[in-house]
Each structure stands twice: as structure tokens, then as C-alpha cells.
């Protein structure tokens, strides 16, 4: 079996470029061993966490990391026969081979995805962006009904989604975006309100979006721009630390005072991610989710480029925020 995979292979230098990936091929043969099988990729997934993880890469070596959804070609184990959909942490590959344990293996098992919604919600809704959104509104911040949720970066992957479970949940849900079209977008999938922070200061976006201020703050940008945040959240506010987009790819990352604002309005700050805090609650939040989009109330929204060479350019316009909702490859 012959496949395709994109390695690193410059470090990046600040705002990835495509010079920096390569495109490179591998032969797997063709027998198996027990407990072994052959999957093909069917849609790979862009996520800023690659960035993240980005200095811990070698040259040359690593093949970009991250999910897919995937089919098993050829099999030699039980678990897994030929046809099974998977979601795998195969990376930025076209296909590989696998026995389905360790941290490329399966993620989880996908044969039961709703009728009502894309093959493509697999690496969406029902893959690590779903469970992502939905433990941090549920189970970090608590919701109770009427109170306000504030999602930043509300027209990306996992903020939609928050957006979404948020409204399921009984909250006034505002958003900000960086455009008057993903302003458009949100309110087109229930946001009740939106500002552009490119042209509005955070001040005075919340203070027209939320005039009774933020009780729930889910938080994918970080650094300034959380700080004024905080600084218009109620009393014994609650903060969800989902992601930094502000400062992915600063080369020195800055320091932020908020110890003063979290001391005089009471409030309550976790970070979570899906490695070491989701997976006790994966098959529980799946079941949710299924439920929610059985019923219409939870919708897959995505941007979609066709083909595996594309993945590189697609990744860097997804971090320059040219995306709306989950940002997918389909090969």
C-alpha cells in the first residue's frame, strides 16, 4: 500500500508558509500483522492546535499531526473490519496502517453517525471540535438558563458549535468575529448578537451586545483581547480557556495582568483540553451531541477544499481566520 503524507519541513518562523511543509510518499507494503488493518483517509481535519505543537517537530521528520476520518480497506482485526469508519490520529496522511492503539491509533468509532448530517460532521461535531465545545459549556462553565455566554471567535470551528450548545442550553449567546460577514453567519445560526472587533473595541462591542454584561466567557483567543473581557463580566463570572488564537504564532509570547479583575469580580477561570480532561466523558458528550443533531438542534457548519495537497494552504487560511466553522480537507 502506497500512500501520501505531509511532513514538516522547515520549523516555522513566526505565520506558517507553504514552503514550510513537503509533500512526500511511502510504501507500506501489503501484509498485515494480527490485529493490523489498512484504512484509507476520507477528511482530514485543520486545527490551530498544530500550531501549538509546533516546536516540538523535527525537520525533515514529522509528519503533521491531527485526525481524520477514515476507512478500513483491509483488515486483520476483529475490532475493525473492512468498511468500519474511524476517526484516527493518523496526521496529514492519505491512508496508513494501524493496529488502532496509541495516540495516531483510533480516537473513536464512528459506524452510527446521524442520517441528518454530513459523512464530513465526523471530524466536526462528533470528533474533537464537538466534544471540545461541548465540555467547556457544559461541564467548565455550568450554564444556567437566561444568563449571557460570550464566545470568542464565535464564525470558527469550535466556537459555532459553543454557540450553538450554549443557545440548546437556555443562554443569550454573543459573539465576535473579525468580519461583517461572520457577523452574518453567527446571528444565521442563532447567536443573538455579534460585534467585529476590528472595528469596534471590545468595550464597546460587549457594552451593545450584552448591556447587563458576560456571566459565561468561552475563550479561544486569549491575551488582550480576553483581558477587556474580563474586565465586562458580571460578578462570580465564569471562564471556559479553550484556545490563545491571538498568540499562536508570536515568537514571544506576552505577559497579561488579570489577577485584579479576577480578584475584584470573583471569578472562575479553568483551562481544559481534549487529551487530558475529555476522555472519561467521550461517549457521553457523543450521545448528547447525536441527540441534539438527530433533532435539528445542533448543526454541522463548514469550510471544505478539496484535496490532499491543498491541506498546507488550507491550514494557514484557517489561522488567518479566512474560515466559517470547522475547516476540512476531502480527499
Partial sequence: MKISKIILRKQFDGFPKESDFELVEEDLGDDLEDDEFFFEALYISCDPYIRILAPSYKEGETV??????????????SKY????ILVTGAGWRTGGKSNGVGPEGV?????????NVPQSAGVGIFAMTGLTACYGVEYVLKPKKGETLFVSASAGA????????????????????????????????????AFNYKTESVKEGLKRVAPEGVDLYFDNVGGDFASAVLKQMNRKGRIAVCGMLSSYNEKEPRAHVIQQTMFMKSLLMQGFNI?????PYNEEIYQKLKKWAEEGKLKQYESISEGFKNLPSTFIGMLCGKNLGKTIVKL
Fill in 64 to 77: 503533521i499531526p491531527g485526525y481524520q476520518l477514515s476507512r478500513v480497506t483491509k483488515s486483520n482485526n
Fill in 81 to 84: 473490519p473492512v468498511g468500519s
Fill in 107 to 115: 480516537w473513536y468509532e464512528r459506524n452510527d453517525l446521524p442520517k
Fill in 158 to 193: 469550535v466556537g459555532n458549535i459553543a454557540g450553538q450548545i450554549g443557545k440548546i442550553l437556555g443562554c443569550r449567546v454573543v459573539g465576535s468575529c473579525g468580519s461583517d460577514e461572520k457577523i452574518k453567519y453567527v446571528k444565521s445560526i442563532g447567536f443573538d448578537d
Fill in 275 to 279: 487529551f487530558a480532561d475529555i476522555p
